[in-house]
């Protein structure tokens, strides 16, 4: 499977800042993701990251606030904005490969504290 | 996609299988049952997916009831290190739109 790391791994920001964290990929891969992970909860998927185009985003997560980037097949950015301590969470993006497979694998995550 | 349900805790001896079972009894023809685990808050780890037949690789072993509605997951030899949090998700496989829906998942403890 496809090596994914992610940057930073932890960080603590202050209310009204903006975060952007960074997915990496060791390979290419046909599709990107985001997903936050609030305290004590499950994954929520944000938005699917689309190559060259505008991120496809879920119901209750806008542009605004989670602008994502994915300039080429083995990179994407999303950019927590205007924090709020409600952005606490870990974030996550996880890859589909090209080879075929539709299993998703998932990065370590950003452990993101908003003060 | 549909829903899954798992119970919320297990426990399972050290050295012993630890069997989760997952109910997905509104699944679709062209829905495969997936399994993935957290350990700790890391992110996600990949276990097995199947379509209707019985699936085993170097991790684990999963069972798909005939009528498809019910799976069990089978770690045949439960070590400390697979204490997690496992989830059962149903998702649509090579039509995929890449949208997996995570439940509460099962915590599974095991112990000495």
């Known amino acids: 499977s496809a090596v994914i790391s992610q940057k930073p791994s932890r960080d603590i920001c202050q209310r009204g800042t903006s975060l952007t964290i960074q997915c990496q990929v060791d390979?290419?891969?046909?599709?990107m993701f985001w997903y936050r992970q609030q305290p004590g909860q499950s994954l929520t998927l944000i938005a699917t990251?689309?190559?060259?185009?505008?991120?496809?985003?879920e119901s209750g997560f806008v542009i605004d606030k989670f602008p994502i980037s994915r300039p080429n097949l083995t990179f994407s950015t999303l950019t927590v904005s205007n924090m709020s301590p409600e952005d606490s969470s870990i974030y996550l993006c996880?890859?589909?490969?090209?080879?075929?497979?539709?299993?998703?694998?998932f990065g370590p995550g950003t452990r993101l504290t908003v003060l | 996609d549909a829903k899954t349900t798992q119970p919320p805790s297990m426990d399972c001896a050290e050295g012993r299988a630890a069997n989760l079972p997952c109910n997905h009894s509104?699944?679709?023809?062209?829905?495969?049952v997936y399994w993935y685990r957290q350990i700790h808050s890391q992110g996600p780890q990949y276990i097995i997916h199947?379509?209707?037949n019985n699936e085993t690789n170097e991790m684990a072993s999963l069972i798909i009831t005939e009528d498809r509605k019910s799976s069990t997951l089978i770690l045949p030899h439960a070590t400390l290190r697979d204490t997690a949090v496992y989830y059962c998700i149903v998702n649509r496989g090579s039509s995929n739109t890449g949208k997996l829906i995570f439940g509460q998942g099962t915590t599974l403890q095991v112990k000495p």
């Open positions: 990251a689309n190559q060259g185009s505008e991120a496809t985003y």
């Open positions: 390979s290419q891969v046909t599709m």
């Open positions: 509104t699944i679709s023809g062209n829905e495969y």
């Open positions: 199947g379509l209707k």
């Open positions: 996880s890859v589909t490969q090209t080879s075929g497979t539709d299993t998703q694998y």
